[in-house]
């Protein structure tokens, strides 16, 4: 078990007020598809995906608390592998719950190496790992994860395609409202035409975040970006379309540390920072709810 016990003094505020510490395992589950649930604990969605051999996990979060031994008790099938879609930490911090973790190379280079905000907790890097490469397909008995890769958000990302359920787990790298693009729009574009070409085997994607979005959402993207690419140009400026992230922060009063459970963190989130870096070179484009945040001296490779 990861010890969390040196973070006790400190404060996790869920959605309906509650408070629980941030050594206090918590999870809960949603099923979003027979043989499927979203399970969430802390950082973004892991889902539990069964087979009729066995089940496997995508993402394992940052929250304290077993995860496998959790999505255990969801499924009668045995639960042993773990898929990462990327290396960031509240994608990975408990991957070494499980028997073997797939990934790319670059997600493996990097994969869980803590935030900031759980300094002084420690997290095995030394767990077995499985290097997989773009066309990768694990039978889990009747229904197949076929991984594709589509670095951006991050330089090992994947995302794996599930015919049998017509579901593709995305990651960070589609969400349903923007995208912020780290490489270049052409990069992304071609990325995105890649998970475009399977567009007629899927009818939902299941992002890190937390609300599963329709097929459609691509289309909407691939628009968006090639009006970019065509020379239209967003507003300066980087918009992400929500208020800006608000962080907890020491209570005064109390001297309490509370944050807010799957919410970024203070010196953890990189979405400000990132916007901050070349600012005067940012640009937001938006298309029908759509926002693609660029770098306009990043348009082609």
């Known amino acids: ?4 016990s040196c973070k006790h003094d400190v404060w996790i505020r869920n959605k309906d007020g509650s408070m629980r510490r941030m050594d206090e395992p918590y999870f809960e589950n949603q099923k979003i598809a027979d043989g499927t649930w979203r399970v969430l604990s802390d950082g973004d969605s892991s889902y539990l995906v069964e087979g ?9 979060g940052y ?8 999505c255990q008790t969801l499924t009668d099938k045995s639960v042993r592998n773990i898929f990462s879609t990327h290396d960031h930490f ?24 803590p935030f900031p ?10 767990y077995k790992k499985k290097i997989i490469e773009d066309g990768f397909v694990y039978d889990l008995g009747g229904r197949t994860l076929e991984a594709i890769y589509i670095p951006d958000h991050a330089s090992g990302s994947m995302a794996y395609l599930d015919k049998e359920k017509r579901i593709l787990f995305t990651g960070d790298e589609v969400t349903g409202g923007f995208k912020m693009i780290n490489t270049s729009v052409q990069n992304v574009y071609k990325e995105y035409r890649k998970l475009y070409d399977h567009i007629e085997e899927f009818d939902w994607i299941c992002p890190g975040s937390q609300n599963t979005i329709p097929a459609d959402v691509l289309g909407k993207y691939l628009k968006a970006l090639e009006d970019i ?45 990132d916007a901050k870096r070349g600012e005067e070179n940012k640009r937001t484009y938006v298309f029908e709810g759509i926002r693609i945040i660029y770098d306009c001296t990043k348009i082609n490779d």
């Open 52 to 60: 009729e051999k066995e089940a496997v996990v995508i993402d394992s």
């Open 229 to 273: 690419l065509n020379g239209v140009e967003g507003q300066m400026g980087v918009d992400i379309g929500m208020p800006p992230l608000v962080f907890s922060k020491k209570n005064k009063t109390t001297d309490k540390i509370i944050y807010d459970r799957f919410q970024a963190r203070p010196g953890d989130a990189k979405v400000g920072e």
């Open 63 to 70: 929250g304290c608390g077993n995860i496998r031994e959790y």
């Open 117 to 126: 905000s759980f300094e002084g907790i420690v997290f095995p890097r030394d």
């Open 1 to 4: 078990m990861i010890d969390f």
């Open 90 to 113: 509240d994608h990975t911090a408990n991957n070494s719950y499980f028997e073997c973790a797939y990934m790319s190379e670059n997600t493996a280079k990097l994969a869980t190496i």
